[in-house]
């Protein structure tokens, strides 16, 4: 079998080319996981957008990446679980929120019925339980959010794929796993 490489920038299109520059200016590197969505300018620039237009959206950061790290979990994505363990951290939660978070159990019940949800739909590929969207609705989210968070899910499966399908080497800190 084929085995797909973590690509340089100058294995790439000159539009992907672009976007991994704006990337080193902002972050400070290209992650492997953008890269090798590079091979692809297009995919790599339409994740970008879905995921940068979700984020004006109803959800917190905090939430946003709660959300990442429970679906993340749900795919088994080491890559995802490091990078957004990271992210989850730099925007608030602690190491112990975020293992709590994949466990999808944690005390505050909004976010409990947010990370539920995400998960259920991920688990149940799309057909989320009744009980799990009651919940949600019950915390006070309504069918924007909803939408908003099957997009959410819809931005973390793709990169979990990618992951998945690549086994390209995780360029963060290791998630600890969870028991």
């Known amino acids: 079998m084929k ?15 672009v976007i ?13 996981l953008y890269a ?5 300018a297009n995919a790599l620039k339409g994740f970008l957008d879905f995921d940068a237009t979700l984020s004006k959206g109803v959800f917190s950061p905090k939430e946003r990446e709660a959300i990442a ?11 995802c679980l490091a990078g957004h363990t ?9 190491k112990e929120d975020t293992l709590a978070i994949r466990r999808a159990n944690v005390p505050d019940p909004k976010l409990r019925a947010l990370i539920q949800l995400a998960k259920s739909i991920t688990v149940n590929k799309g057909h989320a339980d009744e009980a799990a969207l009651e ?18 899910v ?6 979990n794929y ?17 028991n």
């Open 3 to 17: 085995t797909i490489q973590v690509p340089v920038k100058e294995q790439v299109s000159a539009d992907a080319q």
């Open 20 to 32: 991994f520059d704006q990337m080193q200016k902002r972050l400070g590197k290209v992650p492997n």
């Open 36 to 40: 090798t969505i590079g091979y692809s």
């Open 69 to 79: 790290l429970v679906v993340s979990e749900v795919n088994g994505c080491a890559y």
């Open 86 to 94: 990271l992210a989850a951290i730099k925007n608030g939660f602690s």
């Open 135 to 152: 919940n949600f609705f019950a915390a006070g989210y309504d069918e924007a959010a909803v939408m908003e968070l099957i997009g959410l």
């Open 154 to 159: 819809t931005v973390r499966v793709f990169t």
């Open 162 to 178: 990618v992951f998945a399908l690549t086994n390209i080497p995780v360029d963060f800190p290791a998630a600890e796993p969870i």
